[in-house]
């Protein structure tokens, strides 16, 4: 009894803990963030980056990208089958060419691209040939130029504009037979003219890329003084890329994108519903300076393509059929009905693909590009039972690629799960352009210079850890825990016993949890009346429905977190 009162008069110790305010924990988190990110090597943090965006893109942006221009661009392929039909061998004549722009004439496209890189003229030299033009001295006949050559007139006439890939420009490779056509056509760099800057993932896009090649130009001459390649250089000189800076050629899906958001074509484009953004529309190429310093802002600005992850939709085409009454696609890429998948709603498919990520479940193959596509051979055949396929084409796009066994012309976009012809990544660009304007998708800011990936992630990290904070303060207001009870006994367990113990207490309010789902709409009641009074409303709930309800709300607050959280990323 003495040592009770002995104990009872003993002053007591105070021992004080230290707590750290909630905006110091976001502080510091973000400041370890950001030294993270300043310390990672280059070279890593670009492989991640490039490895999480298509990450992102296969479960997430696939679906949540609508793609919603798709339909105004049509895709049409030289592929072995075609060249077996037609009867026809590799490479290609001009005049097989010649013979499906014909065709597709009949259409009435709004442009032709034609991604094929022609390097020579398979004959003799032409009468106006320049006396240092390169001439192989071992090649493969072909006398249809002339027809091909007609044919790009014929579109002129009709002003269809066509664009051709001009192809890389070094010191042995001067693809000499763009002198003949670049009266006709529009040239462009092509997805693999250079080929350290070709992208198989389909993740970028080069709007401009490097087409000068080493020794494209005589020893002491400067692409500084000369005129920039362009229409009017090409067109009233001899069309010899040599004689101008081919800096002035960008690719394909920008320079026609700024053919039809300028000029008399604007109108036109934006009542069609495309982004036509001033800022993407290059100045005249007679002021070199301030054409070069927009080529400069296409450079800092890399394209990151958007896919969607659904197939086209071919279902109000004819269906063809074959000898044995199969109904076959225009192009052989997959079933002939949509994947379930494709018809599911956005949330759905995300769902999917983050449980597939993670392991759990199938996701079906998507081996269908998300734009329509003909073979060559179906564009000058006719169709059994389905007619000119071609003739869908009327007002959009066209761009007229290969894919052909042995040829490496293939990327292999996030969303799919096959290769497809590299034509697509132009039209995939393109269609990110007409959708988004200068918001294209980036690692750098449309707005200004400073506003980067790294700070984006930053500041993203910033204001999800604030939002946690919020809501757990958020939590403490609304459901202020229970005081711990005096009474409570401390025992040592062995980790197993530990384990058992702690499964079983998790099941057991996890049950009781569940009971009281029936008494939920009386806490919300209860939550109404009491919700001006001077006391806590939760004191108006017996301590147990008070702990169990807090629970609830607590999933309910984690559960929005995660929502709020990747709807930011």
Known sequence: MVQDVND????????????????WWVIINVVFAAVVLWAEPVSIADAVDEYSYAV????????????????????????????????????????????????????????????????????????????????????????????????LEVYQDANIPVYLQAGAVNIFQYHTVLSELAPYVTLVAGWGDARRQ?????????????????GYLPEGQSPEDLPLCGDGVIRSGTGDVRGCDIAGITAAAITIYQDFCSGEKRPESITHGWKCDPSLIMPSQADKPAWLAWRDQLLDRPMWLSWPDRPADYSTWPYGYDAEGRAFKPYNCGALDADSDADADVFTRVWTNLAVLFGFGERINIECPPFHLISAAQVIEKTPSAGRWVNNFKDRIVMYGQNLQGFQDVIH??????????VFIHAMALENLLSSGARYLSDKSTYSSWLVVDLIEISTLFIIVSLRFGLASLARYMFPPLPMSSNVSYQKRDPVTYL??????KTVVFLAMIKIIPLIPYVIVVWFRNRASESHWCESLDPETRELARNWFMCLICLLDLVVSVAIV
């Open 8 to 23: 009872a008069v003993q002053p007591t110790k105070s021992l004080r803990v230290g707590r750290i305010k909630p905006i």
């Open 56 to 151: 992102f893109n296969r479960t997430v942006g696939g679906p949540l990208y609508p793609g919603k221009h798709v339909d105004d661009i049509g895709v049409i392929i030289l592929d072995d089958e075609s060249l077996a039909g037609l009867e026809a061998s590799w490479p290609a004549v001009y005049g097989l060419h010649a013979e499906v722009l014909l065709n597709l004439l009949i259409a009435q496209p709004k442009a032709v691209f034609l991604d094929f890189t022609f390097r020579d003229r398979r004959g003799p030299p032409s009468e106006n040939a320049a006396s240092d033009e390169w001439v192989p001295e071992r090649y493969v006949r072909d006398d249809s130029l002339e027809s091909l050559k007609s044919m």
């Open 198 to 214: 070709a992208d198989i993932r389909a993740l970028t896009y080069d709007l401009a890329p490097e087409m000068r090649g080493p």
């Open 413 to 422: 976009p996030p969303t799919m799960d096959t290769d497809i012809p590299g």
């Open 500 to 505: 058992i113990l702690s499964v079983w207490d």
